[in-house]
Structures are given as C-alpha cells and as structure tokens.
C-alpha cells in the first residue's frame, strides 16, 4: 500500500528541459506539468516535445499556459490548439494548468479563462497555479473555484505536502525549486486521480 500523497512530480517553466523521461519515472514521479504556452500566440516547441516524452515514459504529463494580461479568450484557445495534437486533454493526462504569476492577471481573467478553456477544449478539470504570496493577498479563489478546479501553491519550504495555507481546493504544493523546475506533492486529501482527466 502506498503511503498518502506519495505520489511525486515536477514541473517544467518556460524551456526548462528533461533529458531521460525513462529516469524520472523511475525515480519515482507520476504525474508533470509542462509550460507550453504563453500569451495569445507563443508556443515552445521543445516543451510539446517533451510532453510526447513524458507520456511515452509513462509519466502523466500535463500542459501549462503562462497568463499575460489581456486577450484572455485568445489565450485560453491557444492553449487548447496547441495542447489538441500532444493528446493534452485526454484520458490520463494531468489536468491543464494555468500560471497566473504575471501581474495584471486577476480573478476576473482567471474566471473567464477557465470557461473559454474549458469550452474550447471539452474538459472541466484545470489546475491554478499561483506563489504563496498571491494566494494569500492577491486572489480570491472562492470567487471561480468549483469543484473541478485544483489550486496549486508554490511554496518552496521543502515539506512535501505542508504548504502553510489552507483552502478547500488546494491540492498541490510545488514544495522545492531546481533551477526553473519544481518538485510537487499532492496535498490532503486530495490524490493522484483528482488531478488527472
């Protein structure tokens, strides 16, 4: 039996790269989130490819869109053209994730991201990514999070799982930093299958 949130993964920003997928997902990581996307048009090729990677290694690989404020219709869309052909939505996949790190990015632009997103796409589960410092003064989860929506806190305080902050919703906790890569847990209760299509 495995032990509660023993399930670990990483995430990859903006041309971050692994070079053996086979080696992570024997060091024991289940599931990785890929920064793909950003604003309304750029998308890192290199990232797609490792998403394909990942998943031939095994791995649950998600994508990941960088917000930039405005256009949020056209971002939420960009990342649904481009995450379509990488097999980003279907079955298995961790759930597509939204870092809202840029400042401009708001409640109001998160809200309406995840209804184009989820429209554009024809899945309901998506994850939200954001410091600790912005859930705590800067969003107000309450205000779009339903319950097919993950917060996601970065905090790097090296306890897996631990964050410090509490909300109903948060089931993941980015709990170290290697260069642009982080290293994830899942926080209590919440399991491998709640953040997965």
């Given at each position: 039996m495995r032990e509660q949130?023993?399930?670990?993964?990483?995430?990859?920003?903006?041309?971050?790269?692994?070079?053996?997928?086979?080696?992570?997902k024997a060091s024991s990581v289940s599931f990785a989130s890929i920064t793909v996307t950003e604003s309304?048009?750029?998308?890192?090729?290199?990232?797609?490819?490792?998403?394909t990677d990942a998943f031939r290694a095994g791995v649950h690989a998600g994508i990941r869109h960088y917000a930039r404020p405005g256009g949020v219709q056209d971002q939420a869309k960009h990342l649904v053209r481009a995450g379509m052909p990488l097999g980003a939505f279907a079955p298995g996949a961790l759930a597509p994730a939204l870092d809202v790190g840029a400042s401009g990015v708001d409640d109001r632009f998160i809200k309406s991201w995840i209804k184009t997103m989820r429209n554009a796409s024809g899945i309901r589960r998506v994850l939200v990514y954001a410091s600790?410092?912005?859930w705590l003064h800067r969003?107000?989860?309450?205000?779009?999070?339903?319950?097919?929506?993950?917060l996601w806190l970065v905090r790097p305080n090296g306890i897996p799982g631990?964050?410090?902050?509490?909300?109903?919703?948060?089931?993941?906790?980015?709990?170290?930093?290697?260069d642009r890569a982080g290293t994830d847990a899942l926080v209590y209760p919440f399991t491998l299958s709640d953040?997965?299509?």
């Open positions: 949130g023993a399930e670990r993964g990483i995430n990859l920003s903006l041309h971050e790269t692994v070079d053996d997928w086979g080696e992570i309304m048009n750029w998308t890192d090729d290199a990232a797609a490819r490792q998403v600790y410092d912005d969003f107000r989860p309450d205000k779009w999070a339903d319950e097919e929506v993950v631990r964050p410090g902050w509490f909300h109903a919703r948060l089931g993941l906790h980015q709990h170290t930093n290697v953040v997965l299509l």
